[in-house]
C-alpha cells in the first residue's frame, strides 16, 4: 500500500454506484478468513499481490488494483482502480469468487459495500514492522488454502528480514531522515510515526528525524529545522516527483545538515514502502544509501 496515493484525486462521486447494490444483511462477511472457491480473486494492494506471485499462486488471480504494478506479469490483469478510491461496481465487474484487500482500501463507503456483498471480502491488517510481514504472508496464504506454502515464504521472509536489520547493528552514529511525502507548492508534507516511512527509516537502522505527531502532516518551517534531518527520503514512481532542485531550494531544508550536503534518497515507492516478500531488499538499499561501507553482511 502505499501512503502516497491516498492524496491523489479522488474518483468520480460514488452515490449512483452504492445504491445500485442491494446488500445482504450486515455482518455477512465479518471474520471470514479463507475463501470457500479461490478461482478468481481480486487482489487490492500491492503487497498483496506480490505475495500471491511470490506464493506462486498467481493463477488464482482476476484482477489487481492500480498500486498492484510488481512483478510486471501483473500488469496483464484487469485493473479495478486505485485501492483508496474503489468503485464496487469497478471490482464487482470482474466477477471475483473472492475479495483480498489490504487494510485501509477505500473509500469506507465502498468498502462497506463490497463487505455487504455475496462476495467473501478478507481485508489484511497492514504494520509496517518485520513482525507485520510476516504476519500478512500468512494470512494471505490462509486465505488462499495454501497455508504450507504460507508458512514456508513466511520463513524465509523472517529470516531475510532478521539478516538485513543484523547489517547496520553495530552502527553507532544514527542518521536523521525526513520522510517527505510531497513538496508542492513549497510544503512540507512528512511522515510522523505510525506510518511506512516511519517503518522503514526504523529498519534501515535509522532515526526519524520526525517527533510529535503520528501520520504524515504539513511541517512548518520552524520544525523542519527542528528536525535537524541528515538526509531526505522520497520516493519516486508514486504521484508528482519530488526534485531535488526544488527541494533544497526551500529555506527551512536548505538551513538542515541534509540542505547543506544536498543529500537526498529516492527509491521507487512500492519497493520502499510496500512491506511484503522485498522489503529485505529495500532495507539493504536503503541501509548501503545510508551508510555506505558501514554496512556488514
Known sequence: MR?????RPALAPMLGVLLAFTAPPAGANERVAVFSDT??????GGSITEIVYALGEEGRLVARDSTSYFPQAALKLPDVGYMRALSPEGVLSVNPTGILALHASGPKEA??????????????PEHYSHEGIVEKIR???????????????AVETDKKLTAAEKQTASIKKRKRILFVLSAQG???????????????????????????????????DEAIVTARPDVILSMKNAGPPILGDELFANPSIASTPAGATRKVISMDGGYLLGFGPRTA?????????????????
Open 186 to 220: 513549497g510544503k512540507i508534507l512528512a511522515a510522523g510515526s505510525d506510518t511506512a516511512g516511519d517503518g522503514i527509516v526504523k529498519l534501515a537502522g535509522a532515526v526519524n528525524a520526525v517527533e510529535g505527531f503520528s501520520g504524515y502532516k504539513q511541517m512548518s
Open 281 to 297: 531488499d529495500a532495507i539493504h538499499d536503503l541501509a548501503v544509501s545510508l551508510y555506505g561501507n558501514q554496512v556488514t553482511d
Open 111 to 124: 468498502v462497506d459495500v463490497l463487505k455487504k456483498s455475496s462476495v467473501p471480502f478478507i481485508e489484511v
Open 139 to 153: 494470512i494471505v496464504g490462509k486465505a488462499l488454502g495454501v497455508d504450507a506454502k504460507a508458512e514456508k515464504l
Open 39 to 44: 478461482s478468481r480473486i481480486a487482489s487490492i
Open 3 to 7: 501512503v502516497v496515493v491516498r492524496f
